[in-house]
């Protein structure tokens, strides 16, 4: 008798964490959403510090026009900045929309990730309720879109693409590659990182043979290396291809916008090849 008890007990005890699990699963889409505005008025920190020259880890966040130290209730993303009308709350001096711009962008990267999951799943003919949402991959692909986004808005600022988050960056692909694939993907994502950098820096040092002056940075080099960090080897083809087309897009475009055609348009590939290993590592972890 004791013994059907036991298993009765154990089933109930099943259960209950299958239901939690469930419950986890259908909150986790919601958790990137509620971080996303607070990662964004980070990243906001990031784009004005960075092409500054100034130190992002110190300091705490300040009126720029009277320099009073924003308390904690000043600082809640989107919502202060609503709230004060975007005026500081100590001179009334207008709060530069940049901050509310990147906030509201961060919350597009949760966005994508989650519409990417649908679609597939829809396309593939599942049911919507069964789309993959482990909440490990979801953060990982929502920190990738994070940088990227930093990376490409700080290269249209300053056409430079600072080593202090495309070095991270590639460490983070190369160790999420291992948690959640093993050794086998960690192999695939080294591969990736080396052949990325091998490919551009061979292309910059050509450009430069040929032409005796620099046509891609060396920022864009580590970018794709940390690219291929995320996406693995076979998939960095099509990152090359989708960037150089975009890349022609935006000169095309600039070339026309300026009324007179040079050969040597300058434009900040970094935006390119973000938007490029953004769409590549979406397409690949919706599968
Ligand atoms: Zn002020």
Not at 1 to 21: K, V
Not at 195 to 212: I, K, N
Not at 218 to 224: E, R, T, Y
């Amino acid at each position: 008798m004791a013994g059907r008890e036991d298993s009765h007990h154990r089933l109930a005890q099943l259960e209950a964490i299958r239901h939690c699990r469930a419950a986890m699963m259908s909150l986790a889409p919601v958790v990137p959403f509620v971080i996303a505005p607070f990662i964004g008025s980070f990243l906001g920190v990031l784009v004005r510090r960075i092409p500054r020259g100034e130190s992002f880890a110190i300091g705490r966040s300040h009126c720029e026009d009277c320099q009073t130290v924003l308390k904690p209730h000043e600082m809640i993303p989107v919502l202060s900045y609503l709230l004060q009308k975007g005026k500081c709350r100590t001179c009334g001096s207008r709060i530069d929309p940049h901050h509310l711009r990147i906030e509201l962008t961060a919350l597009a990267v949760p966005a994508c990730v989650i519409a990417t999951r649908l679609l597939t799943a829809h396309e593939q003919g599942f049911p919507l309720a069964e789309a993959d949402f482990s909440l490990p991959l979801l953060l990982a692909d929502c920190f990738l879109g994070w940088m990227l986004l930093a990376l490409a808005w700080i290269d249209r600022i300053c056409m430079r693409l600072p080593d202090v988050l495309t070095l991270p960056l590639l460490l983070a692909g190369l160790a999420e590659g291992f948690v959640n694939g093993g050794t086998e993907a960690l192999l695939d994502r080294t591969l990736g990182a080396v052949c990325g950098w091998a490919l551009f820096a061979l292309v910059a040092y050509g450009y430069r043979a040929l032409r005796g002056r620099s046509g891609l940075g060396g920022g864009d080099v580590k970018l794709l290396a940390a690219g291929g960090a995320w996406i693995g080897l076979a998939a960095l083809p099509i990152v090359v291809v989708l960037a150089s087309a975009f890349g022609i897009v935006i000169a095309l475009a600039t070339t026309l916008r300026a009324q007179r055609f040079s050969m040597t348009v300058m434009i900040p590939f970094g935006p390119c090849l973000a938007a490029a290993i953004w769409l590549a590592r979406l397409t690949l972890t919706a599968q």
